[in-house]
C-alpha cells in the first residue's frame, strides 16, 4: 500500500497541511449569530442531541476553564432520580415526578408520572451518586471513542472510577463506590419512561438502571473472582444510548460545584432553558422542593436562606446570570425565574458546532445532518467505513491495510481525510493515487490532532 514517505522520499501527492486544514474550517465550520429571544416560560422536557440548533448569541468572553463534555442519557436527567443529599431524606423511601401532562384521543386528561423507589436498606440516590454516575459516563465515553460500542459488561475500576469524580481514595470512598453499584442496581423506576426507539413515553415500566453488578472479588460466571467491578446496563437505558437520547453535561463545570443543590439545579436549569430556547425559566418554589425533596418554608428569607447560597455558586460560575423571586397571585407560593448565563450559551453553541461539524464530515450535506441515524458512534461500523474506503480510494488490493487503518484512527479522522481526498480528486490534486493521498493526508492529520492535544 502507498504510505506518505516511499523509501525515504516524499510522496508527491503530499500538500501542506496548513491548506487541507484551512479548506476543512472553510467547509465545515461555521459560525451563527442570531438574537436571543424574548421571555418564554416552558416547560422541562428531555432534551436529545438531535433538536435543532438554538438561536443564540454567545458573549465574547472567555469562560474561566475549558469545558469536557460527557453524554448522559436524557430520560434520567430529568426523572428525579437523584436527590440533593440531606438529613431530611434519610428516612424517604420513594419519590414521584410528573413528566407530561396531556390530554388522550377521547379528551381525557392524562398525567405520566415516575416514581423512584429506594431500596430501604440503602436509601434513594443522593449527590455522592450523581458524582460518581458522572464518572461513570466518562468510563461510557472512553468505550465507545475506544472501541465504537459498548459490550457487556461494562469494567469499572474504582480507583478510576473515583479519580474521575474527584474523590481522595480511602476506606470512605471504596466504600461509597459499593454502596453506589447497589443502588444503582435495586433503586427502582416504575411508571413512565422515554424509550427513544418509539419517540415516545411507555407507561407501566418497572426496571433500573443496572441489570446487574459483580463487585471486585465476588464469583464470576465462569467460578473465578472479579479482577474488578463488573456492570450490566438496563436494556432501556442502553437503547436510548443506542438512539442517541443523550444530552452533553460539562464534567469539568460538574466536578466545580460544592453544593448539592447547585449540583441538582445545574441539570434542571439546563434543561428548562434548552427548552424554552434559551428563554428565561420559571418555576415554583413548591415545584423545586418536591422534586428536590427540600423542606418548604413559608418566608422569603428562609427560602432565599435555603436556595440562594446555591443560586450564588452557580451565578459565579456564570450559568445563571441573575433570578428573581416572585409571589403567586393566591399568595401560598413563589415562582423562581432564572436568567441563564453566558456558560449555558456557551455549551449551546459548543454542541451545535460539534454536532453540525461531525455531520457535515460524515455525508457532506449539512441540510441532512438531523435525518442521520441517532448515536452513530455506538454501531459496529467497521464494515462501512472500509467499504467507503474501499469506495474513495478504489484499491482493492490493499483491504487489510486499511482495515488497519479503521482499527487505528477514530472514525471522524478518517471522515475528514476521506472528504478532503475526494475533493482534491475532483480538482485534480491527486498526481499519484488516492489510496496514497488519503493514507498521507490522515497521518498528517493525526500528527497534527496529536500535536495540539486534540482527541
Known amino acids: 500500500m502507498d504510505t506518505t514517505h516511499t523509501h525515504n522520499q516524499p510522496n508527491p501527492d503530499a500538500e501542506r497541511l496548513s491548506d487541507i486544514l484551512a479548506r476543512m474550517e472553510a467547509k465545515f465550520v461555521t459560525n451563527p449569530n442570531d438574537p436571543v429571544p424574548a421571555k418564554q416560560e416552558l416547560p422541562v422536557t428531555p432534551q436529545p442531541d438531535d433538536q435543532p440548533n438554538l438561536p443564540l448569541a454567545v458573549p465574547n468572553a472567555a469562560l474561566p476553564i ?17 436527590t440533593p443529599s440531606s438529613k431530611r431524606i434519610e428516612n424517604i423511601y420513594t419519590k414521584e415526578k410528573k413528566l407530561k401532562e396531556y390530554m388522550d384521543d377521547q379528551g381525557n386528561k392524562k398525567i ?28 461510557c465515553d472512553e468505550i465507545v471513542d475506544r472501541d465504537g460500542r459498548f459490550q457487556m459488561p461494562v469494567a469499572v475500576p474504582s480507583f478510576r472510577l473515583a479519580r474521575y469524580a474527584g474523590k481522595q ?3 470512605k470512598t471504596h466504600k461509597e463506590i459499593r454502596e453506589w453499584l447497589k443502588r444503582m442496581t435495586l433503586t427502582g423506576i416504575e411508571g413512565a419512561i422515554y424509550r427513544a426507539k418509539k419517540k415516545n413515553y411507555d407507561d407501566g415500566f418497572v426496571g433500573t438502571v443496572f441489570s446487574q453488578v459483580i463487585t471486585k472479588g465476588d464469583t464470576m460466571r465462569n467460578g473465578k473472582p472479579a479482577d474488578t467491578n463488573y456492570v450490566w446496563l438496563a436494556p432501556w437505558f442502553l437503547s436510548n444510548y443506542y438512539y442517541r437520547w443523550t ?22 436549569l439546563e434543561n428548562g432553558w434548552y427548552a424554552g430556547d434559551g428563554r428565561p425559566y ?51 407560593d413563589y415562582i423562581i425565574t432564572y436568567y441563564p448565563g453566558q456558560k449555558f450559551f456557551y455549551d449551546q453553541k459548543q454542541k451545535d ?21 441517532p448515536q452513530l458512534a455506538l454501531i459496529d461500523r467497521t464494515q462501512m467505513i472500509l467499504s467507503d474506503i474501499l469506495n474513495t480510494c478504489g484499491d482493492h488490493n490493499n483491504e487489510s491495510s486499511y482495515r488497519k487503518i479503521v482499527a487505528t484512527y477514530s472514525e471522524p479522522l478518517i471522515r475528514t481525510a476521506l472528504s ?35 482527541v
Not at 405520566?112 to 468510563?139: C, Q
Not at 458546532?353 to 441515524?373: C, F, V, W, Y
Request: charged share 30%; with cysteine.
Open 112 to 139: 405520566l408520572r415516575t416514581k423512584i423507589s429506594a431500596n430501604h436498606e440503602l436509601g434513594l440516590p443522593v449527590t455522592s451518586d450523581l458524582d460518581y454516575y458522572r464518572a461513570f459516563l466518562k468510563l
Open 169 to 171: 481514595w480511602s476506606d
Open 282 to 332: 420559571s418555576k415554583s418554589y413548591k415545584s423545586i422542593c418536591d422534586e428536590f425533596l427540600l423542606a418548604h418554608y413559608q418566608h422569603l428569607s428562609k427560602i432565599k436562606e435555603q436556595l440562594d447560597p446555591s443560586h450564588s455558586e452557580l451565578q459565579k460560575l456564570q450559568l445563571i446570570e441573575t433570578w428573581e423571586y416572585r409571589k403567586t397571585m393566591n399568595g401560598l
Open 353 to 373: 458546532s460539534r454536532r453540525d461539524l461531525a455531520a457535515q464530515i460524515d455525508n457532506g450535506k449539512p441540510e441532512e445532518a438531523h435525518a442521520t441515524p
Open 66 to 82: 475549558s469545558p469536557e463534555y460527557i453524554r448522559s442519557e436524557a430520560f434520567l436527567e430529568v426523572s428525579g432520580f437523584f
Open 420 to 454: 478532503e481526498t475526494r475533493q482534491a480528486h475532483l480538482e485534480g490534486r491527486i498526481l499519484k493515487t488516492k489510496g496514497a493521498y488519503f493514507t498521507d493526508t490522515l497521518k498528517r492529520l493525526s500528527q497534527f490532532h496529536e500535536q495540539r492535544g486534540v
Open 247 to 268: 444530552r452533553p453535561v460539562d464534567f469539568t463545570f460538574y466536578k466545580q460545584l460544592r453544593k448539592p443543590i447547585a449540583k441538582s439545579l445545574y441539570t434542571l
